[in-house]
């Protein structure tokens, strides 16, 4: 599996005719970065600093288009619908973090998150009970 990402990797920077260490070195450096700034995002919201949430916000759209970036700075076969199409995905995460965050959606959905997995460990639970547990 790894073999196939590693591959897959490489592909793409030969496609993109760029340094495929460089292409790869900011793909695997940015990828645990984009989940660091999601956890930033939820952290800020929670604590209702919207400063933070705000940095959070540019930080995750800088390393999720970081190799893109660099793919468009001194690569070639850059996608064209990439460009239009993040700065759509950017005013709608924007609107939506605007208008939907301040009314508490992360904390609802995370609460259904629960009741949901508490479910299905109940449902787990009392398929996985043997006979002699019930005496």
């Known amino acids: 599996m790894f073999h196939d990402f590693w ?3 490489l592909n793409r920077a030969e496609f993109h005719a760029v340094n495929p260490a ?3 070195a900011m793909y695997a450096i940015t990828w645990p970065l984009v989940w660091y700034s999601w956890y930033l995002l939820v952290r800020s919201h929670k604590r209702a600093d919207k400063s933070a ?3 959070a916000i540019w930080f995750n759209r800088l ?3 970081a190799p893109y970036i660099y793919v468009l700075a001194f690569g070639e076969n850059f996608p064209v619908w990439l460009v239009p199409s993040s700065i759509i ?6 609107l939506v973090f605007k208008y939907r965050l301040g009314h508490g959606l992360l904390v609802r959905l995370a609460d259904k ?3 949901l997995r508490q479910k299905f ?3 787990r639970q009392r398929f996985t009970r043997s006979p002699t547990d019930s005496q």
């Open 22 to 24: 460089v292409f790869i």
């Open 113 to 115: 998150v629960t009741h």
């Open 89 to 94: 995905f950017m005013v709608v995460l924007s």
């Open 7 to 9: 591959n897959g990797l």
């Open 63 to 65: 390393v999720t288009f």
């Open 121 to 123: 460990v109940n449902i």
């Open 53 to 55: 949430f705000r940095q």
